[in-house]
């Protein structure tokens, strides 16, 4: 995936106020590979609940600084998964990944 034309010089301040926007409208996203998610935005946090495991049946959630760091360091990479960020991201969001680009993803900053 990489990111999308009209999204490609954005930084992490901005992709959180388009998902924040895209999550208090959809209520939800998905991830590349069709999980499906129901979310909600609070104060500086997006919670979400989907997929199997802990995930979800108790949910979990990404704060601001979390996603606008991780963004930050993952927007340069010519091709963006969840394999290529892996290593560059902090690791509070490493077992997040999959989320993180199913966000991105469903709000179209990134595209296949």
């Excluded at 990489?2 to 209520?27: H, L, V």
């Excluded at 590979?33 to 104060?43: C, L, N």
């Excluded at 996603?67 to 993952?74: G, L």
């Excluded at 927007?75 to 999959?98: A, D, G």
């Amino acid at each position: 995936m990489t990111m999308a034309q009209n999204y490609d010089s954005i930084d992490g301040n901005k992709a959180w106020d388009i998902i924040e926007r895209y999550i208090k409208e959809e209520k939800s996203f998905h991830s590349v590979t069709d999980i499906s998610y129901q979310a909600e935005v609070h104060e500086n946090l997006i919670s979400y609940k989907g997929g199997s495991g802990n995930r979800g049946v108790i949910g979990e959630s990404i704060s601001k600084s979390d996603f606008i760091e991780a963004f930050n360091r993952v927007r340069v990479l010519p091709e963006i998964n969840t394999s290529t960020i892996k290593n560059i991201i902090q690791s509070s969001l490493y077992q997040k990944r999959t989320p993180f680009i199913g966000l991105l993803y469903s709000a179209g900053i990134l595209v296949k």
